[in-house]
């Protein structure tokens, strides 16, 4: 098998809705995380894209789950995962995540 592929990711946003649990020994958490793309219409008026991100992190050395809270600016590394399921109407959906390996509060 050939593995010349790369799936990394690096976001740097806020935090918006924040779910922290346990896992084994350790703390996990699952957030929406806010990034914005700023640029220039054609008017030359300037246009704010906003993203929501979801973002995992697993108990890790790199990815402490501590002081995450709404708000806070965070810079993520790792991942993308897309998994597929079968919503309550009967639908297929994709539900992507970011799922993080490093993790570190920028500004609180």
């Given at each position: 098998m050939n593995n010349n592929t790369?799936?990394?990711?690096?976001?740097?946003g806020r935090i918006g809705t924040v779910r922290i649990y346990p896992v084994g020994e350790g703390l996990a958490a699952a957030f929406s995380l806010q990034t914005d793309?700023?640029?220039?219409?054609?008017?030359?008026?300037?246009?704010?894209?906003?993203?929501?991100?979801?973002v995992s992190v697993m108990p890790s050395p790199d990815a402490s789950t501590e002081r995450l809270?709404?708000?806070?600016?965070?810079?993520v590394e790792g991942r993308l995962r897309a998994s597929r399921y079968t919503?309550?109407?009967?639908?297929?959906?994709v539900f992507t995540e970011v799922v993080a390996t490093s993790l570190k509060v920028i500004e609180e």
């Open positions: 790369i799936n990394r990711v690096e976001l740097q793309h700023i640029y220039s219409g054609k008017d030359g008026q300037t246009i704010c894209e906003t993203t929501w991100h979801n809270d709404r708000g806070v600016l965070v810079r919503a309550a109407d009967g639908s297929e959906r």
